[in-house]
């Protein structure tokens, strides 16, 4: 006879969105398990965001050596130990682990089972001879990467961004499938540790982002060493004595595409096998699980955030989602999802950041816009260091609303927080006339952008009328 347990909330998955809610929930006194049968951090942690840039990071370094000749500092060859590499990124990886460590969660008053779980009903979940009853269920579980249908690649084994970090030996010729951030990211930073690599993208690289932006960004990774192929066409992949031979049509014309090694970084799936959803009556499809805007998906007792819940796919949103869950679930708060206000960086060399509507997307949706741009070239800080390619794009209305912001260059991602703020609390761009930047530092890019908004207004006649009323008064 089964066990049956009950609790205030079930966590299905302890990645950044599930660890969230489970952390929140039980601080606050709600009784609460969490379900994880893999490495507890989830995608972020051990297989994404943290060894990703754990990799840039040794990327970057070996760039700095070979590119100091311009602070007058003589240019060397690096040296590159892969097997080192590997062991500063796990050794990263090792670092952050106990945030996200069983026993961790387990101090909190969380109960942690290291199982899958699966949908026995609308109201109960079964963990091997366990039944597990809640007043809430949230499923975390995450999102995998996909494999786009080009024939034979299900034939063949490929990295994948939860493979790629194994990695002790730098991969000679690496062939990346997919344009998108992961595989721009991945792209540059093995060409700047010493592999010869090819980039396959069937459509526009970095294609989501603002193509005006988005040319800093190819530029460098060109510059780098990166072959990019857009447009193109893969029909068939096979596996070599050598590595690999991808059969493609690019341009009109038959090519082949050689490699030692083989990267597959084209989207990502929900993870939904296995959950049993239909029994507790909930539905998805290969996007994800459906949900409102309160993140409950058709039983209403279930919540479903992050990559599993389709949309944006970045941490930072599963922890916006989390909150948003706990605010509903536990307390009668029916806080509703919005994206507006979600930030995204890719972090390439330069970085790339954006935050609301792109300038496309903000004709299509105002009409009348405004936009505001100031270079990195003319900014002090950016000039002694030497790092003055890339510019702060910013969209408003002919009122001063931000509509959206974007900048490439170098810490983007660091820089977008003060639109990201801007964007979330509704200010205006005049707030910016009253924002204070120390000098000299990169973030004075984001004020000179923002306050030629005012750049005209000595044309204005009743600028104008004032002035020489002031002058008549002396």
């Known amino acids: 006879m089964s066990e049956t347990s009950k609790y205030d909330l079930c966590v299905i998955g302890g990645g950044s969105g599930g660890l969230s809610v489970a952390a929140a929930s039980a601080q606050l006194g709600a009784s609460v398990v969490l379900l994880e049968s893999g490495k507890m951090g989830g995608d972020c942690l051990n297989y994404g965001c943290v060894p990703s840039k754990a990799l840039i990071a040794a990327g970057k370094a070996a760039y700095a050596q070979s590119h100091s000749a311009k602070y007058g500092v003589a240019p060397v060859t690096p040296k590159v130990d892969f097997e080192q590499v590997h062991r500063h990124i796990h050794g990263v990886i090792a670092s952050i682990e106990p945030l996200d460590s069983q026993e961790r969660f387990e101090g909190l008053g969380v109960r942690v089972i290291r199982e899958p779980g699966r949908f026995k009903s609308a109201k109960i979940l079964t963990v091997g001879d366990e039944e597990i009853k809640a007043r809430k269920f949230v499923v975390a579980t995450g999102s995998s990467p996909g494999t786009p249908p080009i024939p034979g690649l299900d034939q063949v084994p490929y990295l994948t961004n939860e493979t790629v970090f194994n990695n002790t030996k730098l991969p000679k010729d690496l062939i990346i499938i997919g344009g998108g951030p992961i595989g721009m990211e991945m792209a540059q930073a093995h060409a700047r540790l010493g592999s010869n690599v090819t980039l396959l993208e069937a459509f526009t690289p970095l294609g989501k982002d603002d193509p005006e932006l988005t040319k800093f960004v190819l530029n460098q990774v060109i510059e780098d060493g990166v072959r990019i192929l857009s447009g193109i066409k893969i029909n068939n992949v096979a596996q070599t004595k050598d590595g690999y031979a991808l059969e493609c049509e690019y341009r009109g014309k038959a090519q082949t595409i050689t490699g030692t090694t083989l990267l597959v970084a084209a989207g990502r799936v929900p993870n939904v096998e296995g959950l049993d959803l239909e029994r507790a009556g909930i539905e998805y499809s290969k996007r994800g699980i459906k949900v409102d805007k309160h993140m409950r998906t058709t039983n209403k007792n279930v919540y479903a955030i992050g990559d599993v819940a389709g949309g944006l796919q970045f941490t930072h949103m599963a922890n916006y989602h989390a909150g948003l869950v706990v605010r509903s679930a536990l307390f009668p708060l029916r806080a509703k999802e919005s994206t507006g206000h979600i930030p995204w960086v890719t972090y390439t060399d330069p970085e790339l950041a954006n935050i609301g509507l792109t300038e496309e997307q903000a004709k299509e949706e105002h009409g009348d816009i405004r936009i505001l741009r100031w270079p990195f070239a003319e900014n002090?800080?950016?000039?002694?260091?030497?790092?003055?390619?890339?510019?702060?794009?910013?969209?408003?209305?002919?009122?001063?609303?931000?509509?959206?912001?974007?900048i490439v260059g170098p810490?983007?991602?660091?820089?977008?927080?003060?639109?990201?703020?801007?964007?979330?609390?509704?200010?205006?761009?005049?707030?910016?006339?009253?924002?204070?930047?120390?000098?000299?530092?990169?973030?004075?890019?984001?004020?000179?952008?923002?306050?030629?908004?005012?750049?005209?207004l000595a044309e204005n006649k009743w600028v104008q009328m004032a002035m020489k009323v002031r002058k008549w008064l002396g």
């Open 380 to 406: 002090d800080r950016a000039q002694a260091e030497r790092k003055t390619l890339g510019l702060v794009k910013v969209i408003i209305t002919p009122k001063g609303k931000i509509l959206g912001a974007g």
């Open 411 to 456: 810490s983007a991602g660091e820089l977008i927080h003060v639109w990201s703020l801007a964007i979330s609390s509704g200010l205006n761009i005049r707030a910016f006339t009253g924002y204070v930047v120390p000098y000299p530092t990169l973030g004075e890019v984001s004020k000179r952008a923002a306050i030629t908004h005012y750049a005209g």
